[in-house]
Every structure is written in structure tokens, then in C-alpha cells.
């Protein structure tokens, strides 16, 4: 197996009496598009700064393309870009100036070429030259990607880049940043809007009190766990209570829960012979959001 883009061993972090990670192992395999989920305060940001350098973990070892993030700074930096959850900026660059800074930091000169091309892709050309205070959240945010990729690093990690994004924008980023993975580059994501997480990422880790409680391939979690639903408003609602359905407590909805289509048929047939009387009915396929909920439920 080749080199894995990221390996984290055993690594925790306290803050006080706060176990903020409680022994993470993760490897996440090159060119891979990869989400980190869970609850507020679950670990996530803690987990991406130590990736980072930026927090040093009481115990473990964590890697970004073979190279220690502790011992080997340097190269693991340099291997990896991080688009950071805050804005925090110096009102007083411009865009332009504030990308050739951040590739100096990286030793890189003459880098105009690719600023040129970053900002292009992510809608910024326009602003190159603007000041940073005179931008909207929304730019400000795509600026923390574009600084994130001028040294080209092979893994990028986004920390919730979408919050704070209107819908047009934020499907230009992921577009942006699917374009970055077909490219080869390895994907770590962190977001709090599932759906998001569903279409775009091919394994998922979820993290709660800083334990990883369920980790697998985004098919096999929704498998896994969630199930498909039919709802169904009924002239007697008792007949499909009595054939195990479960009242949801919203205008009058009864829900059944099963493994695949092929159910739904004998079931409408119980129901009509109930004579529970069809009003209106919905199916519902499985989703991320059931299935983070159940997961953190049972963990
Ligand atoms: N510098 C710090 N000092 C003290 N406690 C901290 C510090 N940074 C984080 N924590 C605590 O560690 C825990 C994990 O925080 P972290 O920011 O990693 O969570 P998160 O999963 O990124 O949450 P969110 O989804 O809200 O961004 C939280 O309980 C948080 O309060």
C-alpha cells in the first residue's frame, strides 16, 4: 500500500480537565476526499490544528505525507494546506499582497502565475488588488482557501469553509475544490452540513468527546445504520399503528421503517386490507443526517 497522505496514532489532548481528543488512530489514504464530522466541540478543530502544528498533543504522533508533524515540521507544513474555520486577516493587505506573503513564508518567489490562477478559480480575480476589509465574509473566506493552496500542497484540509457562504458561492468552492481532488489532491473536510458531506466525501470519520465512533465509506455508514422510511396520513391512523408503524407527531404522519423497496408493495397491500384508508404518502431514502444522529446517539 502506498504512503498514506495522513496517519494520526493514538494522539490526545487535554485542556485541564477537558479531554479535548481521547486517543485518535486515523489514516487517510491519498487522493481521497474525506469528512471529519461530529458535534460541536467534538475534537474536530483541535484534531486539524495539531495536523497543523498549531497544537501540540499531550501524546501520539500524527504524519502528513511521511512526515512528522513535530519532528519533521518543516516538510509536513509544506505538504499540507489548511483552510482555517475564523477569518482573521490584516485589514491592511490586499489580497494579492497577502498571497505573496504567505508563499514567501513558504520560501516561494515569483508566484504571481499561480496567485493568477487560484484567483481566477475561485471567483476573485476582480479583488486581487482590493484591500482585505473592503471584502464580504463570503470573499474573505475564499481568500483562506486561495492562501491555503499557494505553496501547492498535495493535502488540504477546510475546516467548515462553507459557513457563512450564500448557496451560488458555496457550490462554485465545491466545485473549486472536487476540480482540486480530480487533480489528485488528498481532501479533509470538516463541515456541519451533512448533505454536503454525503455527496462530496467517500469516507467519513464521526467524532464525539474526541473518540472516532464510527468510521467507513459514505455508502457503507448509510447502509449501515439508516433505513429507507415510508410516511403515510391515513383516515384511520390506529390500522397503521396496529401494522407497526410509529406516529410522528407532525400533522398526523405515521412512519415505517425498512430495509429496501421491495417492502413497500406488501405493505400498502396490509394497509388497504386494514382498510386504513390512504390519504397521502412520501418515501424518504436514506440519509446522512439519520445516520449521524443514530451514531451519536448509540455512542
Ligand atoms: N484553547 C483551548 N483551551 C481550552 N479548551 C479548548 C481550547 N480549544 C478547544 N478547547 C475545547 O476542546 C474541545 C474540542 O474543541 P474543538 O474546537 O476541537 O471542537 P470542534 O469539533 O472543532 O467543534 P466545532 O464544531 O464547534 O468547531 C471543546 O470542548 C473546546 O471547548
Avoid at 164 to 192: A, C, M, P, S, Y
Wanted: aromatic fraction near 6%; glycine fraction near 12%.
Amino acid at each position: 500500500m502506498s504512503m498514506p497522505a495522513i496517519r494520526i496514532c493514538g494522539v490526545t489532548k487535554r485542556y485541564g480537565v477537558l479531554q479535548a481528543l481521547g486517543g485518535v488512530d486515523l489514516e487517510i489514504g491519498q487522493g481521497e476526499f474525506f469528512g471529519l464530522l461530529g458535534p460541536n466541540g467534538a475534537g474536530k478543530t483541535t484534531l486539524i490544528s495539531s495536523l497543523a502544528g498549531i497544537v501540540r498533543p499531550d501524546g501520539g504522533t500524527l504524519e502528513v505525507m511521511g512526515h512528522d508533524v513535530v519532528g519533521d515540521y518543516r516538510n509536513a507544513r509544506r505538504n499540507l494546506g489548511v483552510v482555517p474555520q475564523e477569518l482573521v486577516f490584516d485589514p491592511f493587505f490586499s489580497v494579492r499582497e497577502l498571497l505573496r506573503i504567505q508563499s514567501g513564508y513558504f520560501g516561494i518567489r515569483n508566484n504571481d502565475d499561480w496567485i493568477d490562477e487560484i484567483l481566477a478559480s475561485l471567483d476573485l480575480a476582480g479583488k486581487a488588488e482590493a484591500n482585505m476589509r473592503a471584502l464580504s465574509g463570503g470573499m474573505k473566506r475564499r481568500v483562506l482557501v486561495a492562501q491555503a493552496l499557494v505553496h501547492r500542497p498535495p493535502v488540504i484540509v477546510l475546516d467548515e469553509p462553507t459557513a457563512g457562504v450564500d448557496v451560488e458561492l458555496r457550490q462554485g468552492l465545491w466545485q473549486f475544490i472536487r476540480k482540486l481532488n480530480r487533480d489528485g489532491h488528498t481532501i479533509v473536510l470538516t463541515t456541519h452540513y451533512l448533505e454536503e458531506a454525503e455527496t462530496l466525501c467517500g469516507r467519513i470519520a464521526m467524532l464525539k468527546g474526541g473518540r472516532i465512533v464510527a468510521l467507513d465509506t459514505t455508502g457503507n455508514l448509510l447502509r449501515r445504520f439508516a433505513t429507507h422510511s415510508l410516511q403515510v396520513r391515513l383516515q384511520r391512523p390506529a390500522a397503521g399503528i396496529a401494522l407497526g408503524g410509529t406516529a410522528t407527531g407532525e400533522g398526523g404522519w405515521i412512519e415505517f421503517a425498512f430495509d429496501s423497496y421491495g417492502d413497500v408493495e406488501p405493505l400498502l397491500v396490509h394497509l388497504r386490507e386494514a382498510g386504513a384508508g390512504l390519504i397521502e404518502m412520501q418515501l424518504g431514502a436514506p440519509d446522512l443526517e439519520r445516520v449521524f444522529v443514530e451514531v451519536m446517539h448509540r455512542a
